[in-house]
């Protein structure tokens, strides 16, 4: 049966052009006291250029004892520790260069670097190996006054077999959601390659590739959806017309996306976000393809299904703009997660194989300007009350200047179509200093047996290297509130106001 696809006109690509950007001037109605109060701003940074800091601020981030005032002593030890570890990039290259390396093929050094593994990175930036242990987890950072998406760790399924165990795992994590206390859970997240075979997933990508380079390419099977390109997005993966499905493949289409409905419909009926996470632009067309068809049938007062955008690549800001757009005139609410991205290393690489410019911004201020970019245009649509919004972002500049733009364009710190995340284990500075601002804040918690999170961890590590190495705030805050409490430890009796609380075996 013919199909239609639902698309937009051609758009200017230039997003700045149409929306007020993030680091523009704040309205005469902004109020002049900071949301956040970063310490060691150059002089001509975008923030204090825009908004200059005043006496009263409602947080300093010098106030190290008041960022950390509901983390155990022990969870901070551990935290700096870990932290100092990731950030050390011969460390993570040995690391790395370990988990990848025939070593782990070896019983009995699998089961050592497992174990090592499990208790230094796993434990920090992962939640625990089964739903028990991450609702403990839970626990924890609710009482610390965050929340938490939660993430089932699975990826890259090459059978039906392992995306119906896979897709088992995620709606046990709906319910496990659903059994949580509400302000524990924002959402939900899922990998549309952990139910939907890897080969598929490439298939529909070159199909939909063809399609755009050729709207007279027929997709018999294709249900109606957003758009998924620009004329700026990467098409090299796929210079040859492909051969339409097989009876099989179609057949395989059909249960992938039974599975992905299945999802949520579970997550409509608990009213649960689901966020569909970004992978590499090899397959992140099919990702695409599932995501918005999936939120045409179930986005429909609010945001339940959100799709991810990586700012880093370099159509991103016409996308999202496209995307967007297309959703609000045809009263489809939209949601997405904002991040910058993280498969970096890869892209550049299979790029310059072909023979391509790279899909991802050529510097880092590039990645910087389309982060804020599009975390201005959605901010804007969220205070509409249009779309939802995940500000994925550990860039401290880049959280200062979206609580500036939420208080601009009049955001209720409690709405609930604005989330700001973190990683688990990363950027809590800036995770506190949002919560002590009054925004919502969540961790992205990935939680199952090691061996299955691995993948997870590996990015993790080659993320860290640039991250971490760079940005020293999360340690030198942790240092600074570890000697004050060491300074002032008492035992056998309760710490006064602004000593120490001992929390023996507290993780």
Not at 55 to 60: A, E, N, Q, S
Not at 166 to 175: A, C, K, R, T, Y
Request: aromatic share 8%.
């Amino acid at each position: 049966m013919a199909t239609r696809v639902l698309s937009s006109p051609k758009l200017l690509k230039n997003l700045r052009f149409f929306i007020r950007p993030l680091n523009s001037a704040a309205s005469s109605a902004a109020a002049a006291v900071s949301p956040l109060n970063f310490d060691d701003k150059s002089e001509h940074s975008t923030v204090e250029k825009h908004h200059p800091t005043t006496t009263t601020t409602p947080l300093d981030f010098d106030d190290h004892q008041k960022l950390f005032a509901l983390v155990s002593t022990l969870k901070l030890l551990r935290s700096s520790v870990n932290i100092g570890l990731a950030s050390n990039e011969t460390f993570v290259d040995f690391g790395t260069w370990v988990m990848n390396s025939r070593l782990i093929e070896t019983p009995l050094l699998r089961d050592i670097i497992l174990k090592t593994v499990k208790h230094t990175f796993f434990e920090h930036f992962c939640a625990g190996e089964t739903p028990a242990e991450a609702a403990e987890c839970l626990k924890k950072i609710q009482e610390a006054g965050l929340r938490g998406m939660l993430v089932y760790a699975v990826e890259h399924t090459s059978d039906n077999a392992g995306c119906d165990q896979n897709f088992e795992g995620f709606l046990q994590s709906i319910e496990f959601a659903k059994s949580l206390p509400p302000s524990s859970v924002s959402s939900v997240v899922a990998k549309i390659t952990a139910i939907c075979p890897l080969g598929l997933l490439r298939r529909i990508s070159d199909l939909l590739r063809w399609q755009y380079k050729d709207p007279s390419f027929s997709l018999p099977w294709k249900l109606n959806t957003l758009p998924i390109f620009t004329d700026s997005s990467a098409l090299y993966h796929t210079l040859q017309k492909p051969e339409p499905l097989t009876p099989q493949e179609e057949s395989d289409l059909q249960l992938a996306h039974q599975r992905l409905l299945k999802l949520c419909q579970r997550c409509v009926q608990y009213n649960v976000p689901l966020i569909i996470d970004a992978e590499d632009t090899s397959i992140q067309p099919a990702i695409d393809y599932f995501t918005y068809s999936s939120a045409i049938m179930y986005n429909k007062d609010d945001p339940i299904i959100y799709g991810t955008i990586q700012a880093y690549l370099k159509d991103a800001r016409e996308r999202l703009f496209n995307t967007a757009k297309t959703a609000q005139s045809l009263g489809i609410p939209m949601g997405f997660k904002l991040v910058r991205g993280s498969y970096m290393s890869s892209e550049t690489k299979l790029a310059s194989s072909l023979g391509f410019d790279s899909p991802v911004h050529n510097g880092i201020r590039d990645t910087h300007a389309c982060f804020n970019d599009c975390a201005s245009f959605m901010l804007e649509k969220v205070a509409d009350g249009y779309s939802g919004l995940v500000l994925a972002t550990h860039n401290l500049e880049s959280g200062q200047l979206a609580a500036w733009k939420a208080r601009d364009v009049g955001i209720d710190k409690g709405n609930k179509k604005l989330e700001f995340a973190q990683l688990y284990g990363m950027s809590e500075a800036l995770s506190f200093g949002l919560r002590n601002a009054g925004f919502q804040v969540s961790k992205y918690l990935p939680y199952g047996p090691v061996d299955m999170v691995m993948p997870y961890l590996l990015r993790r590590a080659e993320e860290n290297k640039g991250l971490l190495s760079t940005s020293s705030l999360d340690r030198l805050l942790m240092g600074k509130e570890l000697k004050r409490r060491f300074k002032s430890l008492q035992f056998g009796k309760p710490a006064p106001a602004g000593g120490m609380k001992i929390e023996i075996g507290t993780p």
